[in-house]
């Protein structure tokens, strides 16, 4: 028997198991690693199927953009997510966000194959629930949510000053 081996391989294990969590971001991360962030509404979903992929499905959820908190593009674009659900078949990513059609929503969207079709940012942290104008944060490294209004929410997520 070779404890040196196993004692290495013991104390790797919190290694590995911090490397596999989700870390929290903040709005703030969340905006700089977008290309846009949206206001947006859900006009319809659709499910993408690819056989043999090994993720054979995607749902894609269409939305109209009210209003640019930060960045632009098209008005109508597509989120992308891996799964979906077809028949008694369904597959899901955990952590990621739901969408319902007819839902209003900030959303943090990174757009890189195309300016029209778009993948969240942090997954479900990417979609930001809207009622009226108030806005629902949750703050992730406590766990309490929070209001903002579409105004403060933008102003906060707006790029600051280009530091030389």
């Known amino acids: 028997m070779r404890p040196l081996p196993i004692l290495a391989g013991l104390l790797a294990l ?3 198991a911090l490397a596999t969590t989700l870390v929290p971001h ?8 977008s290309d846009r962030v949206v206001l947006v509404q859900v006009i319809s979903q659709t499910l993408e199927e690819t056989p043999g992929a090994a993720i ?17 593009g098209p008005s109508q674009l597509n989120v ?3 799964g979906g659900k077809r028949g008694l078949e369904s597959m899901q990513v955990p ?5 319902n059609v007819g839902e209003t929503a900030v959303l943090f969207l990174r757009c890189r194959l195309a300016v029209d079709r778009c993948h969240l940012v942090a ?14 944060v949750k703050d992730l490294f406590t766990g309490k949510w929070g209001k903002r209004t579409l105004t403060e929410l933008s102003a906060e997520l707006s790029p600051g000053p280009v530091k030389r």
Request: aromatic share 4%; proline share 4%; net charge neutral.
């Open 26 to 33: 903040t709005l703030a991360q969340r905006a700089e690693q």
């Open 14 to 16: 919190p290694t590995l």
């Open 95 to 99: 952590g990621d966000a739901k969408f």
């Open 123 to 136: 997954m479900s942290a990417g979609k930001l629930d809207v009622a009226g104008e108030e806005v629902f």
């Open 80 to 82: 992308v997510q891996l």
């Open 56 to 72: 054979p499905l995607k749902t894609i959820t269409t939305v109209v953009v009210g209003k640019d908190l930060r960045g632009s």
